[in-house]
């Protein structure tokens, strides 16, 4: 059974900062891309950041390029998601995602960024 579980969602301040970790099991994590993507309610799921399975190439959307950065470790089957300088704007539930063969999703995290 594939689990994905995210962590270190919370309240910041804007201008601060947040790690998100996303813990994945029962799958071989390495031959995984992984992502983050976030959701407001009533708007739809988009795309926030990928880290590719081979190469570990990274890619943003340009809303959050030059303030989060994506990282993973293979060994602990982890994906991170280090977000500074947070913005009002970043406030939402963040998703981890990993797609290979087939495509999991974790249950979600809350961040909120008061100003």
């Known amino acids: 059974q594939v689990q994905l579980v995210e962590s270190g969602g919370g309240l910041v301040q804007a201008g601060g900062s947040l790690r998100l970790s996303c813990v994945a099991s029962?799958?071989?994590?390495?031959?995984?891309?992984m992502g983050w993507f976030r959701q407001v309610p009533g708007k739809e799921r988009e795309f926030v950041a990928r880290?590719?399975?081979?190469?570990?190439?990274?890619y943003y959307a340009d809303s959050v390029k030059g303030r989060f950065t994506i990282s993973r470790d293979n060994a602990k089957n982890t994906v991170y998601l280090q977000m500074n300088s947070l913005k009002p704007e970043d406030t939402a539930v963040y998703y981890c995602?990993?797609?290979?063969?087939?495509?999991?999703w974790g249950q979600g995290t809350q961040v909120t960024v008061s100003s």
């Open positions: 995602n990993a797609r290979g063969n087939y495509e999991y």
């Open positions: 029962g799958l071989t994590f390495r031959r995984y891309t």
């Open positions: 880290i590719m399975r081979s190469s570990g190439n990274t």
